[in-house]
């Protein structure tokens, strides 16, 4: 299985009742909420990479970062997205 954040291949990835656990050699240990997990994978590297930086800030030391939100992309972004995914 690939790391949902880095494409590397994760050395454990397990479903759980919360989420998805992921341990990453580059990523390390993290955990990924179920209702995010789509979203995740739809954003691009940095917006994922980002995700994960803000959910090791928002963690207490000693515990495994958990994305359980994401930033949503500026409005135009999706406006744009959306646009050209209709052409
Ligand atoms: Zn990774």
Request: charged share 20%; hydrophobic share 35%; with cysteine.
């Amino acid at each position: 299985m690939q790391c949902p954040i880095c494409g590397a291949p994760a050395k454990h990835l397990s479903e759980s009742l919360d989420g998805v656990d992921v341990t990453c050699p580059r990523c390390g240990e993290y955990q990924v909420s179920e209702n995010c997990f789509n979203g995740l994978l739809r954003l691009d590297l940095d917006g994922r990479t980002q995700a994960l930086r803000a959910a090791r800030a928002a963690a207490p030391p000693g515990t495994r970062p958990t994305i359980s939100s994401l930033a949503q992309p500026p409005w135009w972004q999706r406006v744009w997205r959306s646009w050209r995914g209709a052409a």
